[in-house]
C-alpha cells in the first residue's frame, strides 16, 4: 500500500500570501519613517481622533480605535510617555479625564502624514489612476469579506 501524499501547496499562489507580505513590508516602511518623529503606526488613530474631534474621553479613544479599554490605556501611556498627549481633569466629572493632543504632537503631525503619504506612494508607484482605485476597491472587498456582520 503506497502512503498518499498531499498534493503540493504554493503559499505564493494565493493572493493572501502577498496581502500579508505587503501589509508587513509597508508597516516595517511607515515604523522606520515614524521613529525619527517619535510616532508609531499604533499611535496614529488616537492621534487622528483628538486631531479631528479634540479632547476626548479613553473610552471614546478605544471606541474610535477598536481596541479594548485596557489596550487603550496601555496605548496612553506609551503616548503620554513619548510627550504626545495630555491628560486634563474633566470639568464636569472629577472621575474622567479628557486626553488632548500636546504641542509636539501638533507640530509634528503635518510631517508624519506626508511621510505616509510618501510610503503609499512608493507602495503604488507605477499605477495609473485607474489601477490605483481598482487595487484601493478589491482591497475593501477583501476587508468587507473577513469582518464581522454586526451583532457577531
Keep these: 500500500m503506497s502512503a498518499k501524499t498531499a498534493p503540493h501547496w504554493d503559499p505564493e499562489a494565493v493572493p493572501t500570501f502577498w496581502i500579508n507580505h505587503a501589509s508587513r513590508l509597508l508597516m516595517r516602511r511607515f515604523e522606520q519613517r515614524l521613529r ?3 510616532f508609531g503606526m499604533a499611535y496614529l488613530p488616537v492621534v487622528i481622533a483628538l ?3 479634540g479632547p476626548l474621553l479613553q ?5 474610535y ?3 479594548e479599554q485596557p489596550t487603550m490605556a496601555a496605548l496612553l501611556t506609551r503616548m503620554e510617555r513619548d510627550g504626545l498627549i495630555q491628560r486634563q481633569p474633566h470639568p464636569d466629572d472629577k472621575r474622567a479625564t479628557r486626553i488632548s ?3 509636539k504632537a501638533r507640530e509634528r503631525l503635518p510631517q508624519a502624514k ?4 510618501e510610503v503609499a506612494d512608493q507602495a503604488t508607484a507605477g499605477f495609473s489612476d485607474r ?3 481598482t487595487f ?3 482591497l475593501r472587498r477583501v476587508v468587507d469579506n473577513l469582518e464581522p456582520a454586526s451583532g457577531d
Design 36 to 38: 525619527p518623529l517619535e
Design 136 to 138: 484601493m476597491s478589491l
Design 131 to 133: 489601477e490605483r482605485a
Design 65 to 67: 480605535a477598536h481596541v
Design 51 to 53: 486631531e479631528e474631534h
Design 101 to 103: 493632543l500636546s504641542a
Design 59 to 63: 473610552k471614546q479613544l478605544a471606541e
Design 114 to 117: 506626508e511621510q505616509l503619504e
